[in-house]
């Protein structure tokens, strides 16, 4: 797990990537959230290794250490970031687990991830699986009760050059501009929405 502090009081939670460290689909999850922590958020990140979660079963109440991580960060989280590669033209087993364990959410006051701005992002090796696998993380979301932003990013990793491989930057300046409009909307879509509840609990006070 890793944090980032910002200056918003945004909470931003950011997972995803594949079992391998720095894998593309991490790679381009860390660009978004670099660019929600611009915009202010504090982001926390849950990759890799720390993502490989038992089975999901709501049939059985224990949980793991990262499992238990995993639904406390999602339960403060202010908005969330998901990058997925694209295996077989859909979102990944690893993933598509994760998202499972936001059924532990399902009797909260915020029930699920209700009103929760999400963003999208798909990293695979051709244009149609990493469109599909876009498509698939927000129909998810919608699912969840979440507000997928207006930007998904969708990028194809068979492009040479895409990430730096020293220095882990999006090279590519049209996968750097949906990456990074990505995790600025996520902030700004939770900073109104902040907002507005304020407003409202000012206006019933």
């Known amino acids: 797990m890793e944090d980032v502090m910002g200056t918003q009081g945004i909470r931003v939670l950011g997972i995803g990537g594949t079992t391998r460290?720095?894998?593309?689909s991490e790679r381009a999850l860390r660009v978004a959230a670099a660019a929600a922590t611009e915009a202010g958020a504090s982001v926390?990140?849950?990759?890799?290794?720390?993502l490989v979660l038992p089975l999901y079963d709501p049939e059985k109440p224990d949980r793991s250490d990262r499992a238990v991580a995993l639904v406390a960060a999602l339960r403060e989280a202010d908005a969330l970031l998901i990058s997925s590669p694209g295996y077989h033209g859909?979102?990944?087993g690893m993933v598509k687990n994760a998202l499972d364990y936001v059924e532990d959410l399902r009797n909260d006051d915020r029930s699920y991830l209700s009103g929760l701005p999400v963003g999208c992002i798909a990293v695979a090796y051709g244009w149609q699986a990493s469109v599909s696998t876009l498509q698939t993380l927000r129909t998810c979301a919608h699912a969840l009760r979440g507000w997928?932003?207006?930007?998904g990013a969708a990028l194809n990793a068979s492009m040479p050059g895409l990430?730096?491989?020293t220095t882990g930057a999006c090279a590519d300046e049209s996968a750097r501009f949906q990456l990074e409009t990505v995790g600025r909307q996520i902030v700004d879509f939770a900073t109104a929405r902040m907002e507005t509840v304020r407003e409202l609990?000012?206006?019933h006070a």
């Open 21 to 24: 460290q720095n894998s593309s």
């Open 90 to 92: 859909t979102v990944s």
């Open 163 to 165: 990430f730096d491989r």
């Open 44 to 50: 926390e990140l849950i990759t890799s290794a720390d």
């Open 201 to 203: 609990d000012a206006t």
């Open 148 to 151: 997928p932003t207006p930007m």
